[in-house]
């Protein structure tokens, strides 16, 4: 059973990972080059709400999943979910209020603090991952 469990956590975490890095690191970016400006903000302003869910849920299973093999680990999984919920429900909303209102330089405060928040779960979760791979 606990080796079923660490294979379970490490996927879980790799998938976190991945996601994150994926969706943040390329599909956005990858719009912007293959759609009008307008409709890759309204995909991507259609997009996050449901990437966040994804860190959220997943960091959550990966946490509870790495809680009984390695307690900082699932400690820092547990960070990267509980921290997605405010981003999710308070910086995208003024993200997106700051676009409405045409507030370029308060777009680009926001947007730049979610930026370094994304990074830091991506860099947490690959964290995680280096520890299971040295365990």
Known sequence: MEATLKVSAMLTTALLFGGMLLYAGAFAAFLFTAMPIDQARA?????????????????????????????SAAI??????????????????AINRATDAGNRKRFGQLHGLSVVITLAHIIAAGVVLGRLALQ
């Open 43 to 71: 995909v991507i302003r259609k997009g996050f709400p449901h990437f966040y869910l994804f860190v959220i849920i997943t960091g959550g299973v990966a946490a509870a999943l790495m809680w009984p093999q390695d307690r």
């Open 76 to 93: 820092l999984l547990a960070i990267v979910a509980l921290t997605t919920i405010p981003t999710r429900q308070t910086l995208m909303p």
